[in-house]
């Protein structure tokens, strides 16, 4: 897979793509996560990617000529599967996004910023808009970082555990059980005694019920899903 991340700020995102689990998953050569500054692909001597909006409202807009070239570079070395943009609009990112974009071979992520980009590049360019929650960031990067991290660690191979990506919370609808590690007895607190039994069985029918209590109590929206 390989995944193109397109911003003003790419510092931003130098940290979460490059540690732990996306780390490794570049090195294995399950994924390539390349970065574009959008500014490299202005021509004016001050490389302006923004602008005042026509109609005279506060806050700048990003120019579409930067973004238009920089993507128009990108597709005529390769075809995309998506382009997304990520925007405090955008539909709602969980993990059944995640898991689509997992599957698909190349994709773009254009991070917003300033009050947004030209409307043009939204309506003949993105194929896709997420959000990744209803509260409003700084910019896109933040949310470009989450959306690539929750799907590169879904790649068959970049989990250390196999299973274990297929365990996660909300890979079912489901919150994860409880787990615990040693000492089976911490300040006189114990871990449940089913899992210390080695009965497979019992071991996974109570992760079962703890699984479906725990999303009654704290998740009740999912078990409607
Ligand atoms: N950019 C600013 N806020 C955002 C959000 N909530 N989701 C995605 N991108 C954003």
Request: with cysteine; hydrophobic share 35%.
């Amino acid at each position: 897979m390989r995944i193109d991340i397109l911003t003003v700020v790419p510092e931003l995102l130098d940290s979460p793509l490059n540690e732990s689990i996306l780390k490794r998953a570049q090195n294995k050569g399950l994924v390539e996560i390349v970065v574009h500054n959008i500014r490299d692909y202005t021509y004016d001597k001050h490389h302006q990617v923004d602008d005042y909006p026509f109609g005279g409202e506060a806050g700048m807009v990003m120019k579409p000529e930067p973004v238009f070239r920089c993507i128009e570079a990108l597709r005529s070395q390769r075809d995309y599967d998506e382009i997304i943009y990520t925007s405090p609009d955008g539909i709602r990112y969980d993990q059944h996004e995640a898991n689509r974009l997992s599957t698909l071979e190349n994709i773009i992520i254009l991070c917003g910023h300033y009050k947004g980009l030209d409307y043009r590049i939204r309506e003949h360019l993105v194929t896709r808009e997420i959000s990744i929650g209803d509260y409003v960031l700084t910019g896109g990067e933040l949310a470009a970082a989450i959306i690539t991290d929750s799907v590169v660690r879904i790649i068959p191979g970049a989990i250390g555990d196999e299973a274990s990506a297929l365990t996660d919370c909300f890979q079912d609808n489901l919150l994860a059980p409880p787990v615990y590690t040693r000492p089976a007895v911490f300040n006189g607190w114990e871990v449940p005694e089913v899992l210390l039994s080695g009965h497979a069985a019992n071991i996974r029918k109570w992760q079962d019920e703890q699984s479906l209590e725990r999303t009654r109590r704290l998740r009740p929206d999912l078990l409607e899903k």
